[in-house]
């Protein structure tokens, strides 16, 4: 039945008709207005995917930035009412426009072991080559080096969120911030004498001048990461949760990578990888695990319960031979699931892309299930789920008035992506790093049509080449 429309509701739509309809009044300074329609940047033409709690995504669309805020998000058809008066735009059309994608296991500066050795047993590898060289070239301005490589690598393939667990990691806490991505950045301590501490005690010092020193930083999220549960004392995890809480930091780490793992931890400890940490009282929500490949249902159901969050690594787990995840299960059970690329020397790349593109067909072809981990699905976990992981899904993830303006701009016109039926399933099965054309991060803009705008690319590769022959010496050595 239709409702008679009251004198009263009459009187304030004429109000607000007045109001609106003044362009005059709509662009005084007086206008109380002025503040919401000034922003300092518009996306505007482009297929908005959202990735949003119902996965809206406006065909053509627009986004609104002020500072480092997305203030609004709708159907560019909306634009004209808004009355958005910008300082920049973005033209998209032919494009999409997607929330940053999230990385939620890297180490950084192995960009410059980047195919260093390949296609061996993971102790030869580690031992004949990555330790060794590791010993003798790692060093802070290293590290700063390899994290400008891979920090730029990053932006021109679309992520804008990183988790990392390497040495000196406040060196890389500097590029990063210099370069304008956001990272949540742990400082790897092990117990054995590593490139930037040689004792636990010298790393618990180091690693809480570095937390001091970021804690509560726009971008970065200081972090604290012990290496694996077989190459860090039980007594060492405790003290590593001891110094989480008082700081109030998340604690990175490997966890179930290999059958080996298993082995050894069931030898040490009479019990299974993820076990041994529940019992130790590592998992929580402050813990964020990669890999978690050799878990079974017991311990996906305590890892949900403590609301730990995964990162999962599909091509490292596959050249590596570590064996596949469950991953069907653990999004049935809704567990904190992102991806992450690994460090370039057991993955060459640094591409979400791939890492999207593998996750969605590894586990259809060890289930022999074809509708397993879906192309929505794969999305998910490098946008919104990785965020989850990270426990920053209020901050980031998808695109949504007041969360931060993470995104990234994807061309859609090139020759891998025509025709075009079903822009997700291109994103996750055709779309490549290289299709990226603008990175956005916290309002800033990192990347305008493929130009690097906070990093010399050539320089950063110049100074890539001249490790590389000192890396390829070192071993010779
Ligand atoms: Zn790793």
């Not at 971008?219 to 109030?248: G, N, Q, R, W």
Request: proline share 4%.
């Amino acid at each position: 039945m239709k409702k008679p429309i009251g004198l009263s509701s009459v009187i304030g739509l004429f109000i607000c008709l007045m109001i609106i309809g003044d362009p005059e009044r709509r662009r005084s300074g007086s206008n109380v207005d002025a503040a919401s329609i000034d922003v300092d940047l518009l996306i505007v033409g482009g297929a908005v995917v959202t990735m949003n709690g119902d996965r809206r995504v406006f065909e053509n669309g627009f986004v609104a930035i002020r500072g480092a805020d997305i203030v609004d998000v709708g159907a560019a058809s909306e634009l004209k009412a808004k009355g958005y008066r910008q300082k920049r735009m973005i033209d998209a059309r032919g494009k999409a426009i997607l929330p940053g994608l999230v990385n939620t296991h890297t180490h950084i500066p192995m960009t410059l072991f980047r195919g260093i050795a390949d296609d061996l047993d993971l102790q030869d590898w580690l031992t004949k080559y990555i330790f060794p060289a590791e010993a003798k070239n790692v060093t802070r301005d290293f590290v700063a080096a390899g994290t400008r490589l891979g920090l730029a690598e990053m932006i021109r393939g679309g992520t804008t969120t990183y988790a990392d667990m390497y040495y000196f990691e406040d060196a890389i806490a500097e590029e990063t911030k210099k370069a304008g991505l956001r990272g949540v950045l742990g400082e790897t301590v092990i117990d054995f004498p590593a490139p930037d501490n040689k004792t636990w005690e010298a790393a618990l010092s180091f690693t809480e001048s570095f937390v001091k020193r970021w804690k509560g930083d726009s971008l970065v999220m200081p972090a604290i990461a012990p290496h694996a549960p077989y190459t860090v004392s039980e007594e060492h995890l405790k003290a590593v949760k001891a110094f989480a809480e008082k700081h109030d930091v998340p604690i990175l780490t490997h966890l179930a990578e290999a059958p080996s793992e298993t082995k050894a931890i069931s030898e040490k400890r009479n019990t299974r990888p993820a076990l041994y940490l529940e019992k130790i009282g590592l998992l929580s929500r402050r813990l964020l695990a990669a890999h978690v490949v050799h878990v079974n249902e017991e311990e996906m159901e305590i890892l949900k319960e403590r609301e730990v969050g995964v990162a999962h690594c599909p091509q490292s787990n596959m050249k590596l031979s570590s064996g596949a995840a469950p991953i069907p299960r653990m999004l049935e059970l809704s567990l904190r699931l992102g991806l992450g690329t690994d460090g370039a020397a057991s993955n060459h790349d640094l591409s979400m892309w791939e890492e999207m593109d593998t996750a969605a067909k590894l586990h259809k072809l060890v289930t022999m299930n074809p509708t397993v981990v879906t192309a929505e699905q794969a999305l998910e976990m490098a946008t919104i789920g990785g965020a989850r992981a990270l426990h920053m899904e209020k901050e980031i993830g998808s695109l949504e008035a007041g969360k931060r303006a993470d995104l990234i701009v994807v061309d859609l016109g090139a020759t891998h992506l025509t025709p075009m039926y079903n822009l997700r399933s291109h994103l996750v099965y055709a779309a490549k790093a290289s299709d990226v054309t603008d990175t956005i991060v916290n309002g800033r803009v990192l990347m305008r049509d493929r130009r690097l705008l906070t990093l010399n690319e050539e320089a950063v590769k110049t100074a890539a080449r001249r490790y590389q022959k000192q890396v390829g010496e070192s071993l010779r050595n």
